[in-house]
T-cell receptor, first 109, second 115 residues
Framework: GQNIDQPTEMTATEGAIVQINCTYQ??????LFWYQQHAGEAPTFLSY??LDGLEEKGRFSSFLSRSKGYSYLLLKELQMKDSASYLC??????????WGAGTKLIIKP | GAVVSQHPSWVICKSGTSVKIECRSL??????MFWYRQFPKQSLMLMAT?????????EQGVEKDKFLINHASLTLSTLTVTSAHPEDSSFYIC???????????FGPGTRLTVL
């Protein structure tokens, strides 16, 4: 079967760094996405990894290891507005996204 | 990036009525549109995939006669929830994959509440 696991909820402090992990088992792999979703809104694109390694984009970075079926999203210099759900999604060989359940990130002052 | 609009953004209806949700690609041609449903505190669940000019492909467990999808043009896909019931209350989102951007573009979503 296809499965994507990520923690249900994480708490971090404003200004700190947090790493959200995602492990996956899917039939076919074209790439891995990270999306941010605020309550009541559609997801917004954060990153897309195809090859192994770290992709840095401002305060957000995403890492992929295809051999381990593992990815993480790293958020630096956390701001209160970063409080949201972070969704990990794997694109299968048919270009459909298989979604994780999302990690709710709570930022405390 | 590409823009997808969705209408209405929210709708409240009585049980037994039908509701149509429109998803439009504003500045690109959307040959494929994914329709998702999201219940509170849950992840997106793919309902169906629509391709312009052909029948939609429904995921297991999704009733095709209840959730009618039409993708008659390259810029418009519609989802009609027929004979809606309270358990159909959910957040419905469409998205279109765009290979040149390596991502999917989401509509803003439609919150459906069935009384």
């Amino acid at each position: 079967g296809q499965n994507i696991d990520q923690p249900t909820e994480m708490t971090a402090t404003e200004g700190a760094i947090v790493q959200i992990n995602c492990t996956y088992q899917t039939s076919g792999f074209n790439g891995l996405f990270w999306y941010q979703q605020h309550a009541g809104e559609a997801p917004t694109f954060l990153s897309y990894n195809v090859l192994d390694g770290l992709e840095e984009k401002g305060r957000f970075s995403s890492f992929l290891s295809r051999s381990k079926g593992y990815s993480y999203l790293l958020l630096k210099e956390l701001q209160m507005k970063d409080s949201a759900s972070y969704l990990c999604a794997v694109e299968d060989s048919n270009y459909q996204l298989i979604w994780g359940a999302g990690t709710k990130l709570i930022i405390k002052p | 990036g590409a823009v997808v609009s969705q209408h209405p953004s929210w709708v409240i209806c009585k049980s037994g009525t039908s509701v149509k949700i429109e998803c439009r690609s504003l500045d690109f041609q959307a040959t494929t549109m994914f329709w998702y449903r999201q219940f509170p505190k849950q992840s997106l669940m793919l309902m169906a995939t629509s391709n312009e000019g052909s029948k939609a492909t429904y995921e297991q467990g999704v009733e095709k006669d209840k959730f009618l999808i039409n993708h008659a043009s390259l810029t418009l896909s519609t989802l009609t929830v027929t004979s809606a019931h309270p358990e159909d209350s959910s957040f419905y989102i469409c998205s279109s994959p765009q290979r040149e951007y390596n991502e999917q573009f989401f509509g803003p979503g439609t919150r459906l509440t069935v009384l």
